[in-house]
T-cell receptor, first 113, second 110 residues
Framework: KAGVTQTPRYLIKTRGQQVTLSCSPISGHRSVSWYQQTPGQGLQFLFEYFSETQRNKGNFPGRFSGRQFSNSRSEMNVSTLELGDSALYLC????????????FGDGTRLSIL | ELKVEQNPLFLSMQEGKNYTIYCNYSTTSDRLYWYRQDPGKSLESLFVLLSNGAVKQEGRLMASLDTKARLSTLHITAAVHDLSATYFCAVNTNAGKSTFGDGTTLTVKP
């Protein structure tokens, strides 16, 4: 069974640009969550989508947005990039049961110059 | 706001020794997960703990949950080098949303 696939793996952008990251969940998983991981702040929850609807949201500014498609694939968009957005962005999928762990992709490492 | 605190944050052990990592959290929850992350890699699920008193074991690792004390422990028995990694606990309050601790970086030395 294929795991969670994130693309691209690495990305370099400059301040002010925007970026779109993609996540394909494990087949059958309808819940997709996004996390930001940085050395200073650790792992922070961005948002979660289920059946094309945002179900949970973390404490990030509106520059961070996402969506989910009917096939459960999800995209995350960050607009007006700032230096502090440099991070590893992790996507996780699950079966939408509270007793199920989240399965993480390898992440997209975003560097802002 | 839910707080999840792990300690210690850094742990250097000798092979063959035992140690425990602690995870305290600030709100009622009966869903706690442990993950492992190797350098440059993603997170791997280790344990899912769903009720008070739950205990799970896999190899040299054993995790437990005390929901009344809001405490989970990850016990390492007879550490080996392959266990060197960063270990995270995460508390789940809504399906799909987990709050993570800061992680414990474990180094096992020969």
């Amino acid at each position: 069974k294929a795991g969670v696939t994130q693309t691209p793996r690495y990305l370099i952008k400059t301040r002010g640009q925007q970026v779109t990251l993609s996540c394909s969940p494990i087949s059958g998983h309808r819940s997709v969550s996004w996390y930001q991981q940085t050395p200073g702040q650790g792992l922070q929850f961005l948002f979660e989508y289920f059946s094309e609807t945002q179900r949970n949201k973390g404490n990030f500014p509106g520059r961070f947005s996402g969506r989910q498609f009917s096939n459960s694939r999800s995209e995350m968009n960050v607009s007006t990039l700032e230096l502090g957005d440099s991070a590893l962005y992790l996507c996780a999928s699950s079966l939408d049961a509270a007793n199920q762990p989240q399965h993480f992709g390898d992440g997209t490492r975003l560097s802002i110059l | 706001e839910l707080k999840v605190e792990q300690n210690p944050l850094f742990l250097s052990m000798q092979e063959g020794k035992n140690y425990t990592i602690y995870c305290n959290y600030s709100t009622t929850s009966d869903r706690l997960y442990w993950y492992r992350q190797d350098p440059g890699k993603s997170l791997e699920s280790l344990f899912v703990l769903l009720s008070n008193g739950a205990v799970k074991q896999e190899g040299r690792l054993m995790a437990s949950l005390d929901t009344k004390a809001r405490l989970s422990t990850l016990h390492i028995t007879a550490a080996v080098h392959d266990l060197s990694a960063t270990y995270f606990c995460a508390v789940n309050t809504n399906a799909g949303k987990s709050t993570f601790g800061d992680g414990t970086t474990l180094t096992v030395k020969p």
